[in-house]
């Protein structure tokens, strides 16, 4: 296909994966592979393959187990010429430092060639459900006591190369893309969180986008969104039929949604929802 110039995201290439943190790869959930494969030592070499493979130049992973961020992940790939930046579950903040290097979360690495980054920002999905409750017992029962967290970095695009024939354009140079890794609840009897959290990552993607545009607004015209372009990678763990992915493709979804299991939600969405709406 043609390259879009005008869009600086048709310029790299990106990865997202969920490399399946080893503390969830038991025999009791993967009971049709055999326990060697489930091993780590065995494993991360694939993973680490894999990814290599494909030599991407904005790698975004899930379920990142924080002492195999600092100890594998971010030795071998700085080799490779990549930085990269990780936050644990929220859960992390409870715990002693050694039970800490256990927990998993949210990655990014970014090729230095061609990317600086500006800013990085966490989003945790318990706080955001605090923010969101009024005072509703099914936001703070339900969605509260999940620690999924999202994070996200600002990046500058360095000086373009050749691509595919084409000249560098000093368009494509200082070009600031926002990427976030977002990891979503994982459980199907948890619909409603699921989609719950996934409105709370667009709306807080776009407070995040519009704040950082804001400082890089050459025309004072514009809404500082739309001077920083929006790159989601994230592991939804969502069917393409579900209310998730409906409110990610639409931008909007019934408040009367199934998934949301009849619970006293209304309230909280519709003021979610009208916050989008602006």
Not at 17 to 39: K, S
Not at 111 to 133: D, G, P, Y
Request: charged share 25%; glycine share 4%.
């Amino acid at each position: 296909a043609p390259l879009d110039r005008s869009n600086p995201t048709a310029l790299f290439t990106v990865m997202c994966y969920n490399v399946l943190c080893d503390r969830y790869a038991t025999r009791g959930l993967y009971g049709y592979c055999p326990q060697w494969a489930l091993n780590w030592e065995y494993r991360k070499k694939g993973i680490l393959d894999e990814v290599r493979h494909y030599s991407a130049d904005i790698i975004a992973l899930q379920e990142v187990e924080t002492d195999q961020f600092y100890k594998f992940f971010l030795p071998e790939l700085k080799r490779d010429g990549y930085e990269g930046i990780f936050s644990p579950k929220s859960r992390a903040k409870t715990m002693s430092e050694n039970d800490r290097k256990h927990v998993d979360g949210c990655a990014i690495f970014y090729r230095t060639s061609k990317f600086t980054l500006i800013k990085e920002q966490l989003v945790e999905f318990n706080q955001l459900a605090i923010e969101h409750a009024n005072g509703h017992e099914d936001m703070l029962n339900r969605v509260m006591p999940k620690d999924n967290i999202a994070l996200s970095a600002l990046l500058q695009t360095k000086e373009a190369a050749w691509e595919n024939g084409l000249p560098p354009d000093h368009k494509e140079v200082g070009q600031h893309i926002l990427v976030c890794s977002a990891h979503i609840h994982w459980d199907p009897e948890y619909c409603d969180v699921k989609l719950i959290q996934t409105m709370m990552l667009m709306e807080r993607l776009r407070e995040i986008t519009e704040t950082f545009g804001h400082d890089f607004r050459p025309d004072r015209h514009k809404k500082g969104s739309d001077n920083v372009h929006l790159l989601l990678c994230a592991d939804f763990n969502s069917l393409p039929q579900s209310g998730v992915i409906e409110y990610i493709s639409n931008g909007r979804v019934s408040t009367s949604h199934p998934e949301f299991k009849h619970l006293q939600y209304k309230d909280c969405l519709l003021k979610m929802l009208s916050h989008t709406k602006r």
